[in-house]
């Protein structure tokens, strides 16, 4: 786990090594025990490297492989590093190093941009080739790394994160009114390829993009899950997939305990934390250190669900660690958490993960998480409305149960002059639902929050926040094998129960029933949902501040209706309108967004 960067030139002028010096130190906190600079002809890579995996200098990147002509900066882990080394070294390939970065390089070496059909895990990379001059930038399935990008004529530069290209400078640094009018409409998703930023776009998952010297690209993805009913899983009953479900999630935990560091569990006690505590327990792990984080109550809303992670820290007797936060500490740390994060982030939790990985980086460098089972399961209670839906009528409902608000409300928020005619972001929902395959409206949406919604809320918010204390989260719901699996499984064994039905009851197979059957918790920052004190305040600093007044993005009399009742105001999903104003201009003047 690590920060990545660099630049590439294509008008014959040498690299901006200062630039790239500066965007890979903004990166400090991804990796904090090495740094690493190389440059040759027209490309220039930067490395900040947390030590996870071959803990020696021999897995220092940038790193180079002389015979094969090839450079690599990488950023994730390969879970199956060991295996692919055995099938490496099978096909006369020699290793200097016991780090998956190497592993990485030399699957480049034999099986080219293919090389990543054969990885389990989470990546982004980015490899030059010395002979041909190429540049290959690749992500994982879930897009669980990032990789952003900002082009200027001649040049492309690259970085694990937005901020880091701000500091290497000459950014475009425009708001994108497509990319807003998705902030504003989708839950604060932006899709890729677009940022919130005119300048600066993303890889998607699932993508390999090869760079020429001429600076012309291509893209390949390389995965789509059907999200189909398949003839290998035909005449499986509701046990079988329980059993089926439950084997890949034993084998998804089992591989992200591959490190050289102790792996800790960010324990909500909630379902998906649960089991991986469980399925870890059953490996033979003792003294399993599993964190959980609490606030104050206010607005009658409890802070905390220490009741629930008690309990199974009990059961399997893990090294549990309580972290309280005062609600007094959270201006602070709301200001500390926007500053770790590559796009703004609505979701009040990016706050709690941010406190949390502070305290749980004073123990362990590596900890598994259950982000990604609600939206690969159908946990979210969006999802039952689209069951047994026409198709044709997936786009309307889910407009109505998901989207924060319809597009013709946007005229009453936004100044002209950023307003998009178009209702572009129920334009991107219509024409996702549409694509080929997918069997049901279920399936169609559940592919659509997996491939857009997941990467760009949950998954993103988690890496922001871990990293930024130098914390590798790793995600075991997203494991892709997993993912084909739930993807073809059908849609009423998921939404049983109230969702996650095939989930829970592999469950009840390991857990307490107070654990399986509870209802759905979330990670609750009551001080920011419900505006409170302290938060009010920083909230009606950032709305009046010089630099928000110039930039004009909100109406004057939107922003008077929502601050003379701070909590009236809600989505369609219950996140607090002011709250998504204010963290969009708290977010682009922390980052010195002019």
């Known amino acids: 786990m690590c920060g990545l960067a660099g630049e590439i030139r294509f008008?014959?002028?040498?690299?901006?090594?200062?630039?790239?010096?500066?965007?890979?130190?903004?990166?400090?906190?991804?990796?904090?025990?090495?740094?690493?600079?190389?440059?040759?002809?027209?490309?220039?890579?930067?490395?900040?490297?947390?030590?996870i995996i071959d803990l020696s200098e021999r897995g220092a990147q940038p790193m180079?492989?002389?015979?094969?002509?090839?450079?690599?900066?990488?950023?994730?882990?390969?879970?199956?590093?060991?295996?692919?080394?055995?099938?490496?070294?099978?096909?006369?390939?020699?290793?200097?190093?016991?780090?998956?970065?190497?592993?990485?390089?030399?699957?480049?070496?034999?099986?080219?941009?293919?090389?990543?059909?054969?990885?389990?895990?989470?990546?982004?990379?980015?490899?030059?080739?010395?002979?041909?001059?190429?540049?290959?930038?690749?992500?994982?399935?879930?897009?669980i790394k990032p990789l952003y990008?900002?082009?200027?004529?001649?040049?492309?530069?690259?970085?694990?994160?937005?901020?880091?290209?701000?500091?290497?400078?000459?950014?475009?640094?425009?708001?994108?009114?497509?990319?807003?009018?998705?902030?504003?409409?989708?839950?604060?998703?932006?899709?890729?390829p677009r940022t919130i930023l005119a300048g600066v776009r993303k890889l998607p998952p699932a993508t390999v993009r090869v760079v020429e010297p001429d600076g012309t690209e291509h893209d390949h993805r390389y995965w789509n899950p059907a999200y189909a009913r398949q003839d290998a899983y035909a005449g499986m009953d509701a046990g079988d997939w329980r059993d089926a479900v439950l084997d890949a999630l034993r084998t998804a935990v089992r591989r992200r305990t591959v490190a050289d560091v102790p792996v800790g569990v960010l324990l909500s006690g909630g379902l998906d934390s649960s089991l991986i505590v469980a399925l870890l327990a059953e490996t033979g792990a003792r003294g399993l250190a599993t964190f959980s984080i609490g606030f104050d109550s206010e607005g009658g809303e409890a802070g905390d669900e220490f009741t629930w992670s008690d309990l199974v820290a009990r059961r399997y007797g893990t090294d549990h660690h309580r972290i309280v936060v005062p609600s007094a500490e959270l201006p602070d740390a709301l200001d500390s958490a926007v500053a770790a994060m590559?796009?703004?982030?609505?979701?009040?939790?990016?706050?709690?993960?941010?406190?949390?990985?502070?305290?749980?980086?004073?123990?362990?460098?590596?900890?598994?998480?259950?982000?990604?089972?609600?939206?690969?399961?159908?946990?979210?209670?969006?999802?039952?409305?689209?069951a047994g839906i026409p198709r044709q009528d997936a786009a309307a409902t889910y407009g109505k149960v998901f989207t924060d608000r319809?597009?013709?409300?946007?005229?009453?928020?936004?100044?002209?002059?950023?307003?998009?005619?178009?209702?572009?972001?129920?334009?991107?929902?219509?024409?996702?639902?549409?694509?080929?395959?997918?069997?049901?409206?279920?399936?169609?949406?559940?592919?659509?929050?997996?491939?857009?919604?997941?990467?760009?809320?949950?998954?993103?918010?988690?890496?922001?926040?871990?990293?930024?204390?130098g914390l590798e989260a790793r995600v075991p719901f997203l494991d892709h094998e997993l993912v084909e699996l739930a993807a073809a499984c059908p849609p009423e064994l998921k939404l049983a129960g109230g969702g996650k039905g095939v989930l829970k009851a592999a469950g009840r197979t390991l857990l307490p029933v107070e654990i399986t059957d509870r209802a759905k918790g979330y990670f609750p920052v009551p001080a920011i949902r419900h505006m409170a004190g302290p938060v009010l305040e920083r909230v009606q600093e950032a709305l009046a501040a010089p630099a928000a007044r110039a930039r004009?993005?909100?109406?004057?009399?939107?922003?008077?209706?929502?601050?003379?009742?701070?909590?009236?105001?809600?989505?369609?999903?219950?996140?607090?309108?002011?709250?998504?104003?204010?963290?969009?201009?708290?977010?682009?003047?922390?980052?010195?967004?002019?």
């Not at 890979?24 to 947390?50: C, Q």
Request: with cysteine; proline share 5%.
């Open 149 to 192: 990008t900002a082009r200027r004529p001649g040049r492309l530069r690259f970085a694990s994160t937005l901020p880091a290209l701000l500091a290497g400078g000459d950014v475009d640094t425009g708001l994108d009114p497509v990319a807003l009018h998705h902030y504003l409409s989708f839950h604060s998703v932006v899709p890729a």
């Open 406 to 469: 319809p597009h013709g409300e946007l005229g009453r928020m936004i100044t002209p002059g950023l307003l998009t005619g178009d209702d572009v972001s129920g334009d991107f929902v219509r024409a996702h639902l549409a694509r080929p395959g997918a069997d049901t409206a279920l399936d169609a949406v559940l592919r659509l929050d997996s491939e857009i919604m997941l990467v760009d809320d949950p998954v993103k918010r988690v890496d922001n926040m871990t990293m930024a204390w």
């Open 11 to 51: 008008d014959g002028t040498p690299p901006d090594l200062a630039a790239v010096e500066r965007m890979t130190d903004r990166m400090a906190a991804r990796g904090p025990d090495g740094r690493g600079l190389w440059s040759r002809g027209p490309v220039a890579l930067g490395h900040r490297r947390l030590k």
């Open 64 to 143: 180079t492989d002389a015979e094969g002509g090839l450079t690599v900066v990488f950023n994730g882990c390969l879970y199956n590093h060991r295996e692919l080394r055995a099938e490496l070294e099978k096909a006369g390939q020699r290793f200097r190093s016991a780090s998956d970065t190497e592993v990485l390089l030399r699957a480049y070496r034999h099986w080219g941009p293919d090389c990543v059909t054969h990885f389990a895990g989470m990546f982004a990379f980015v490899i030059v080739e010395h002979d041909s001059g190429r540049v290959v930038l690749g992500r994982d399935r879930l897009g």
């Open 342 to 386: 590559s796009e703004p982030m609505v979701s009040h939790d990016a706050v709690a993960f941010h406190l949390l990985s502070r305290e749980v980086a004073r123990h362990v460098k590596v900890v598994q998480s259950g982000q990604g089972a609600d939206e690969v399961f159908a946990g979210y209670d969006w999802y039952p409305p689209m």
């Open 552 to 594: 004009g993005i909100f109406r004057d009399d939107y922003l008077r209706e929502l601050l003379a009742a701070p909590e009236k105001h809600r989505t369609t999903l219950g996140a607090n309108a002011l709250w998504q104003a204010a963290l969009l201009e708290i977010w682009l003047q922390t980052h010195g967004v002019e």
